[in-house]
């Protein structure tokens, strides 16, 4: 971890024990092929701060244990489809501060997401089927280039944290109301004119940012 490493020892896959692979702060862009995969016992993997532009080649194998993945600021341009196809365990996503602009069409999948974390990224657009993500409790989506938030993550019931700062929204849908759960709720620097009356369901709301708007009360 920090360090000046811009590779990783192919030899690594003899530690079959290991269950947590940290390179985080260096300057490594590829491991090599298989690596995480052969490595079964792992839960956590972080290879946040490094020059990734695409994900550890070795498909959904790689991620069969693994709870945590953080892929923090590197410059990774897509999740690829189907790659969490195994991670009946994944937990926990960071894939902040990278180069996404969509989200892979099976993000309906990861029914057991609890914290997803894709701020500072080029998503314009949230998907439907982010509904799918029952499990999820933190959702953050600051710094991106969405205009809307589809009615769906109404869904989301156990949502406890939802940031949309620095965006493009106008507006947020109704069925935000749903979210009975939430806690802490960020719209701050956006381009709303107006908050809708479903938040007043928020009951359990103990923070909310909406500075840097339009809005007119």
């Known amino acids: 971890r920090y ?3 811009c590779g990783i020892p192919a030899s690594l896959s003899n530690c079959k024990l290991m269950d947590e692979f940290n390179v985080e702060g260096n300057a490594v862009s590829q491991l090599p092929e298989g690596l995480l ?3 079964s ?5 972080t290879l946040s701060r490094n020059n990734f532009t695409a994900y550890p080649s070795g498909g959904p194998a790689q991620f069969i244990n693994v709870d945590s993945l953080n892929l923090e600021h590197n410059q990774i341009d897509k999740i690829p489809y189907g790659i969490f196809s195994r991670a009946k365990h994944l937990t926990k996503l960071n894939m902040k501060e990278n180069q996404l602009t969509a989200l892979p069409l099976d993000v309906g999948t990861w ?3 609890v914290e997803l974390n894709l701020g500072t990224n080029q998503l314009s657009k949230l998907p439907d089927d982010i509904q799918c993500l029952q499990a999820l409790e933190v959702l953050v989506l600051s710094n991106n280039l969405l ?5 769906t993550v109404g869904s989301l019931r156990k949502l406890r944290v939802l940031d949309l700062e620095e965006n493009r929204l106008e507006q947020l849908p109704n069925e935000i109301g749903y979210l009975r759960d939430l806690q802490r709720l960020i719209v701050q620097s956006n381009q709303l004119t107006s ?7 928020l009951t359990n709301l103990i923070f909310l940012s909406v500075g840097e708007n339009n809005l007119a009360f």
Do not use: D
Not at 195 to 201: D, S, V
């Open 37 to 39: 995969s052969s490595l």
């Open 41 to 45: 016992e792992l839960t956590s993997i």
């Open 195 to 201: 908050l809708p009356r479903a938040i007043g369901h």
């Open 3 to 5: 360090n000046r490493l």
């Open 111 to 113: 029914v057991n997401m």
């Open 147 to 151: 205009r809307r938030i589809p009615p």
